[in-house]
């Protein structure tokens, strides 16, 4: 596609349940970026995958989150048991040169 | 010690005037920093890279990188109401792969 495509663009469930994101990146973008913002406040780093480097983890904020990326193309943040305080707009990336980042419109996820 | 610090703002300037914003960072290695602007329920979007010391010009933005004093900021000329956003920069830190950390951003008023 043109751009980023993320997937679902809205999405409310209720606390304990599981929620998976989906994003396509623009093709031929080797990086790929997970952020995550909550109302009012700057973006989060989740997690970052290079080609077909062991992906950095290092902002995944507990093991209730993890990330895929499969074929080195889209890629899917999956939230287990859901608390309220996941509740925040999920922003995916992706980019050539490094930096350069082109985001997709976000999920908004409501946890209830 | 934050890595990169901006003024949350709110800066406001009235239109045509020249709004000057300001980042400054702790990484002393870092050789990568960006601009990105973010409009109200909007996700970013690059504006400017910058890797050399120096300024960079396009249009009505202006990046300056000083590397010694660790800052880097951005000057909009001729400021138009559809300036108004949060203006955030980012860089890649050293030794952190191309992950790239974003400030908390500076919102931008400019007024009629």
């Known amino acids: 596609g043109a751009g980023v495509s993320q997937s679902p663009s809205n999405k409310v469930t209720e606390k304990g349940k599981d929620v998976e994101l989906r994003c396509d990146p623009i093709?031929?973008?080797?990086?790929l970026y997970w952020y995550r913002q909550s109302l009012g406040q700057g973006l989060e780093f989740l997690i970052y995958f290079q080609g077909n480097s062991a992906p950095d983890k290092s902002g995944l904020p507990s093991d209730r989150f993890s990330a895929e990326r499969t074929g080195g193309s889209v890629s899917t943040l999956t939230i287990q048991r859901t608390q309220q305080e996941d509740s925040a707009v999920y922003l995916c990336a992706s980019s050539s040169p490094p930096g350069e980042l082109f985001f997709g419109e976000g999920s908004r996820l409501t946890v209830l | 010690q934050k890595e990169v610090e901006q003024n949350s703002g709110p800066l406001s300037v009235p239109e045509g005037a020249i709004a000057s914003l300001n980042c400054t960072y702790s990484?002393?290695?870092?050789?990568?920093f960006f601009w990105y602007r973010q409009y109200s329920g909007k996700s970013p979007e690059l504006i400017m890279s910058?890797?050399?010391?120096g300024d960079k010009e396009d249009g009505r933005f202006t990046a300056q990188l000083n590397k010694a004093s660790q800052y880097v900021s951005l000057l909009i000329r001729d400021s138009q109401p559809s300036d108004s956003a949060t203006y955030l920069c980012?860089?890649?830190?050293?030794?952190?792969?191309?992950?790239?950390?974003f400030g908390t951003g500076t919102q931008l008023k400019v007024e009629l």
């Open positions: 093709s031929g973008h080797t990086a």
């Open positions: 980012a860089f890649v830190f050293t030794g952190g792969g191309n992950k790239l950390t």
């Open positions: 990484d002393r290695g870092s050789q990568s």
């Open positions: 910058i890797y050399s010391n």
